[in-house]
């Protein structure tokens, strides 16, 4: 259970970045809102995931899920280019958690 509370940790990770992005510096306040509860969510799963599992390994899983999520999110939402030198640097970051996950 503890590896479901990293992904979903890391989703709302995703989410609280995309958040902030239209929060435009907190001036927003729906996205503020937002980011603020997806916040607190995002801290809780990582929280849950702690009572069992190594801090470092569940750190650099949650903050790889969080960082290849934003980097979809900011293709997806904001017009962001994707390149084979950005492929290649994700597909690091994924080998990266799948080996921390197996170890």
Request: proline residues 2%.
């Amino acid at each position: 259970m503890a590896w479901i509370h990293i992904l979903i940790a890391g989703l709302l990770e995703t989410t609280w970045a995309v958040t902030l992005k239209w929060s435009n510096g907190f001036t927003n306040f729906l996205p503020t809102a937002a980011t603020t509860v997806v916040t607190i969510l995002s801290f809780y799963f990582l929280s849950q995931a702690l009572k069992t599992l190594p801090v470092g390994t569940t750190y650099a899983v949650l903050a790889g899920i969080g960082a290849i999520g934003t980097v979809i999110a900011d293709i997806v939402f904001f017009g962001e280019s994707y390149g084979l030198l950005r492929s290649f640097c994700v597909g690091l970051i994924v080998l990266g958690v799948i080996g921390l996950r197996i170890l």
